[in-house]
């Protein structure tokens, strides 16, 4: 089960989490392939911890670790919808805050 912002729950869904991986990855050089191998790494990291709940902010953050290492642009495009950024300052943050990683 997935804990929504909201307080409501639903069940991990698979094609939902394949779809928004889509489309962050439109256009880039991200294949099917990759998108299937990260969504199976978050279902596997989902079962290991045992937990029949994962809050959709945790599950959130594992999308965007991953990404981040694949493909910056994918990054951000997932990040402004996760995060909810509402202006181009917070793009602009996030941007530096990568930048002065490193990455």
Known sequence: MVLKRDGTREPFDREKLCAGLTKACAKRPVSEE????MVDEIE????????????????????????????????????????QYTD????RSE????????R
Do not use: C, N, P, W
């Open 34 to 37: 990759q998108i299937e191998v």
């Open 44 to 83: 596997a990291e989902l079962r290991e911890r045992r937990r029949h709940e994962a809050t959709s902010r945790r599950l959130g953050d594992m999308v965007l670790v991953r990404l981040r290492k694949l493909d910056m642009v994918a990054y951000l495009r997932f990040a402004s919808v996760y995060r």
């Open 95 to 102: 941007l530096v805050r990568l930048a002065g990683s490193g």
């Open 88 to 91: 181009v300052d917070q793009f």
